[in-house]
């Protein structure tokens, strides 16, 4: 039972380069999400997606793109990395639309900008 | 939007005394409260949550949490504390409200158990 896989797990990029993480889930999941982490500051949310082929803004949403064309798939793109984007990132998927499905977290990607 | 607001930052406690992770939120409308344990280089696991019914919710690893509408609480105690449960404490509110049913959660509170 995979839940949510995160690739990958590790990358050192250098400042204006772009990258791409990859997020799918197995557990057919209608939502999934990208959060940041900081030390400090919680997880913050940067993109949402409620079903394939849809996104929407979290609260820090500049200097990220995102892309949902399968449902068990959800892409966050970096296209030109700044030393600020130097983050732990989480992908998070729920199952109702109700709100009382728990959220279920990879196991993140740790993300250095140079 | 909802805000999450964790009061202590980092938690030390010694080997089996007891422990409350303090949790207030800015409003109870339509709201349901989480739990979330975050032990090094892992990614966040439910240890608890309140949709509705009793206000006393126990979760897994002997952690329980009391919902208080009127004081917009949801502090997470534990009895006694093992060595084992030294990690990031997250509380979370989803707010029924907004798109997505989004999760906003606190700043996190370090626990530290002591031997």
């Known amino acids: 039972n995979a839940g949510v896989t995160q690739t990958p797990k590790f990358r050192v990029l250098k400042t204006g380069q772009s990258m791409t993480l990859l997020c799918a889930q197995d557990m057919n999941h209608e939502y999934m999400y990208w959060y940041r982490q900081d030390p400090g500051m919680g997880l913050r949310l940067i993109h949402y997606s409620v079903g394939e082929g849809t996104t929407a803004k979290g609260e820090v949403p500049d200097g990220y793109n995102v892309s949902r064309l399968k449902k068990q798939n959800f892409l966050l793109g970096l296209e030109s990395a700044a030393p600020s984007q130097t983050s732990v990132y989480f992908c998070?998927?729920?199952?109702?639309?109700?709100?009382?499905?728990?959220?279920?977290f990879g196991e993140g990607s740790r993300l250095t900008v140079l | 939007a909802q805000s999450v607001t964790q009061l202590d930052s980092q938690v030390p406690v010694f080997e089996e005394a007891p422990v409350e992770l303090r949790c207030n939120y800015s409003s109870s409308v339509s709201v349901y409260l989480f739990w979330y344990v975050q032990y090094p280089n892992q990614g966040l696991q439910l240890l608890l949550k309140y949709l509705s019914g009793s206000t006393l919710v126990k979760g897994i690893n002997g952690f329980e949490a009391e919902f208080n509408k009127s004081q917009t609480s949801f502090h997470l105690r534990k009895p006694s504390v093992h060595i084992s449960d030294t990690a990031e404490y997250f509380c979370?509110?989803?707010?029924?409200?907004?798109?997505?049913?989004?999760?906003?959660f606190g700043t996190g509170t370090s626990l530290t158990v002591i031997p």
């Open positions: 979370a509110v989803s707010d029924l409200r907004d798109t997505g049913n989004q999760f906003y």
């Open positions: 998070a998927s729920r199952t109702t639309s109700g709100g009382t499905g728990e959220l279920f």
